[in-house]
């Protein structure tokens, strides 16, 4: 009796180990540096001017096909060359960090695992606080030997607008929109309808950081499962916003709780603008 307590205390704190692990904290990265590909999502212009030391460059902007239509992932030709370009392949430690608002770094987090990488991280603080606490940091653009990288892409963690209609009908997935509530309820709209997916709940992005005047940090894992506690996870998740944004950082939140999730690319963007499919506006009732 006492070895299978042990060895249920073991299994327990393995997935709490496996649950925390994909999330780097500033000052482990900074002591082991060498052993990952840093990629630094902001625009060029910014990561010239500095960035982590042995960074590359990987503007979010090249995780969109055409982020002004909506925000479908790049298609697999186009990503291929750009991870080729890049030296990175799916087996590689990878981190990713952003301004310090982990949308856009969630978003490349997605996109990774989308294209079949494997140990993707992501760093628990923006660019600006890694300077701050006088973290290494460089000015030089580096030129990594290209890979071979062959994409494939990992359906599990993609949502299409097909998919996504199955999930409305579905007792087994559940559908999150991770929009602020005026985008919910219908009193605003990135697209030509106001509201939202049939069946969705409302857990806004915001939900899953805290932040204090100009540093955000990503919430605990305890902290994240008491705002996810009524999803089951017996059930498949989709996720969407906007563009596939803000929802990423839902995606991120929902992987280290454990959960079967998939986000929704093109997102309201596309759904709002179909006039082929159902929505809810709460806001046309009153």
């Not at 209609?165 to 106001?194: E, F, H, L, M």
């Not at 929802?247 to 986000?263: H, P, Q």
């Not at 963007?269 to 009153?286: T, V």
Request: proline share 3%; hydrophobic share 40%.
């Amino acid at each position: 009796m006492k070895k299978i307590s042990i060895l249920i205390i073991f299994i327990l704190s393995t997935l709490t180990l496996s649950a925390t692990n994909l999330r780097i904290e500033p000052n482990e990265l900074s002591k082991d540096i060498t052993s990952y590909k840093i990629l630094d999502v902001r625009d060029s212009e910014a990561f010239q001017e500095g960035h982590i030391k042995n960074a590359l460059n990987f503007p979010i902007s090249l995780t969109y096909e055409h982020k002004s239509v909506n925000g479908k992932i790049t298609q697999p030709a186009k990503m291929q060359s750009i991870l080729r370009d890049l030296g990175l392949n799916v087996h590689d430690k990878v981190v990713v960090y952003d301004d310090g608002t982990f949308f856009d770094a969630a978003r490349l987090f997605w996109t990774l695992e989308v294209y079949g990488f494997t140990n993707v991280k992501l760093l628990n603080a923006g660019f600006q606080e890694w300077e701050v606490d006088n973290l290494p940091v460089s000015t030089t653009t580096l030129t990594p030997e290209k890979s071979d990288y062959i994409a494939t892409i990992n359906n599990k963690r993609l949502a299409t607008k097909f998919i996504t209609q199955i999930a409305t009908k579905s007792p087994t997935q559940v559908i999150i929109d991770a929009r602020g509530i005026n985008a919910y309820v219908g009193k605003v709209s990135s697209a030509k309808r106001y509201g939202h997916i049939p069946k969705a709940i409302n857990i806004p992005a915001t939900h899953n950081i805290n932040g204090s005047n100009t540093v955000l940090k990503l919430k605990t894992t305890n902290e994240l499962q008491e705002t996810y506690k009524e999803i089951s996870k017996d059930k498949k998740i989709v996720l969407y916003c906007a563009v596939g944004r803000i929802s990423a950082t839902n995606y991120f939140a929902m992987r280290e709780l454990g959960y079967d999730v998939a986000n929704y690319d093109a997102s309201w963007k596309e759904w709002g603008n179909d006039f082929n499919l159902p929505i809810i506006n709460p806001s046309s009732k009153k």
